[in-house]
């Protein structure tokens, strides 16, 4: 007996705003060594300039475990791990609701867009500044494009590590 397929958008949508059991526990794990930090785009504009990692991802809060875009449903898992795994902080920022972000809504004036701001393409974004605030590091549709878990986690790992020293 065939089993229907589920088409990939479909199980997007599926994927979306679920909880990954992974994200789940490396989430807790940072929020334990108090280095998670889950903030909404307000709360990220009022951060003062620093050294810090953040990734913006698909919430309307900043939930390093669940979002309504399935890339992120994907990236999320990776990215909570290997910062757990390398034991720094992490900024969730959640860039808003999806018509908050879609540009086919209301996405284009969605302030982490403006090209005199961040000037955010997709998401997830991955993005390290120095102390002085200045950008170190980006990875975003790297991230968008990248299916597997295992060569994004080297991706990511990598990228780190060179721009934490």
């Known amino acids: 007996q065939a089993t229907a397929r589920r088409p990939r958008f479909a199980a ?3 994927l ?5 059991p992974m994200a789940d526990e490396a989430a807790q794990a940072l929020k334990e060594r108090g280095l998670l930090e889950s903030v909404d785009i307000a709360g990220f504009q009022s951060l003062p300039p620093g050294k810090r990692i953040v990734v913006f991802t698909g919430s309307p809060d900043g939930s ?11 990236a999320l898992p990776v990215i909570t791990k290997v ?27 969605n302030p982490l867009r ?5 000037g955010l393409t997709g998401v ?22 990248e299916q597997d878990p295992a060569a994004m986690q080297t991706l990511v790992d990598t990228s780190l ?4 020293g």
């Open 12 to 14: 997007a949508l599926w």
């Open 124 to 145: 997830p974004t991955l993005l390290c500044t120095g102390e002085d605030g200045k950008e170190l590091l980006r990875l975003g549709s790297e991230l968008e494009n």
């Open 64 to 74: 390093a475990v669940t979002s309504w875009c399935p890339d992120c449903v994907r």
């Open 161 to 164: 590590r060179k721009v934490l």
């Open 83 to 109: 910062v757990a795994e390398l034991g720094v902080g992490l900024t969730v920022v959640g860039v808003g609701e999806r018509d908050d972000w879609k540009l086919d809504a209301r996405g284009g004036s």
């Open 16 to 20: 979306a705003g679920t909880r990954q």
């Open 114 to 118: 403006a090209k005199d701001g961040l």
